[in-house]
């Protein structure tokens, strides 16, 4: 309790969050340089520090129209960084249509597009389109010929290396199709 306050050391601390109460950025209006500055309480009651901000174009549109949450400085590679946090405001958008996909026995894959409900859309017929995957139906193809000559012939060591070959390949060609 006796004890005088440490100077803020950020070498093995983690960075706190500064709310509107301790610190907040401020537009500048006179120097183009620097446009933002930081403006943090310390220690002492009623001091405060003024830091400049060099932020680049990109977050100073970012920076536009938004509510500013909170900040952190991070210091990382002898530099110091504000770290900040924002709330914006994002219109709805209209949806122009509505998708599903199935993963079916015969066919790969089933796409239905269905037309949004709107005015201009009444009466429009769906579209569907299915993909096909012949590279796959090829290969499974393939192993169920080995498999049968190897059925009809008897090689048990053979059908005991493609045991699961044909459900490899469907799930990897299913998976890559997915994906």
């Given at each position: 309790?006796?004890?005088?306050p440490s100077?803020?050391?950020f070498?093995?601390?983690t960075?706190?969050?500064i709310?509107?109460?301790?610190?907040?950025?401020?537009k500048?209006?006179?120097?183009?340089?620097?446009?933002?500055?930081?403006?943090?309480?310390?220690l002492?009651?009623?001091?405060?520090?003024?830091?400049?901000?060099?932020?680049?174009?990109?977050?100073?549109k970012?920076?536009?129209?938004?509510?500013?949450?909170d900040?952190?400085?991070?210091?990382?590679?002898?530099?110091?960084?504000?770290?900040?946090?924002?709330?914006?405001?994002?219109?709805?958008?209209?949806?122009?249509?509505?998708?599903?996909?199935?993963?079916?026995l015969?066919?790969?894959?089933?796409?239905?597009?269905?037309p949004?409900?709107?005015?201009?859309?009444?009466?429009?017929?769906p579209?569907?389109?299915l993909?096909?995957?012949?590279?796959?139906?090829?290969?499974?193809?393939?192993y169920?010929?080995?498999?049968?000559?190897?059925?009809?012939?008897?090689?048990?060591?053979?059908?005991?290396?493609?045991?699961?070959?044909?459900?490899?390949?469907?799930?990897?060609?299913?998976?890559?199709?997915?994906?």
């Open positions: 309790m006796k004890r005088e100077e803020p050391a070498e093995t601390k960075p706190c969050r709310d509107s109460r301790t610190g907040r950025i401020e500048s209006v006179k120097s183009s340089e620097f446009p933002l500055w930081l403006h943090i309480s310390t002492r009651k009623r001091e405060t520090i003024d830091v400049l901000l060099n932020p680049s174009q990109y977050h100073l970012q920076l536009e129209d938004v509510e500013i949450n900040l952190e400085i991070v210091q990382k590679n002898k530099k110091y960084y504000a770290h900040i946090s924002i709330s914006r405001e994002i219109p709805d958008k209209q949806i122009s249509s509505i998708g599903g996909i199935d993963q079916g015969n066919r790969a894959i089933a796409v239905v597009l269905l949004s409900p709107s005015p201009e859309t009444d009466g429009t017929i579209h569907r389109e993909i096909l995957d012949s590279d796959k139906r090829d290969l499974i193809d393939k169920d010929l080995i498999i049968a000559s190897c059925q009809r012939s008897g090689a048990t060591k053979k059908l005991k290396q493609l045991r699961s070959k044909r459900s490899n390949v469907a799930l990897y060609h299913d998976w890559c199709l997915a994906k």
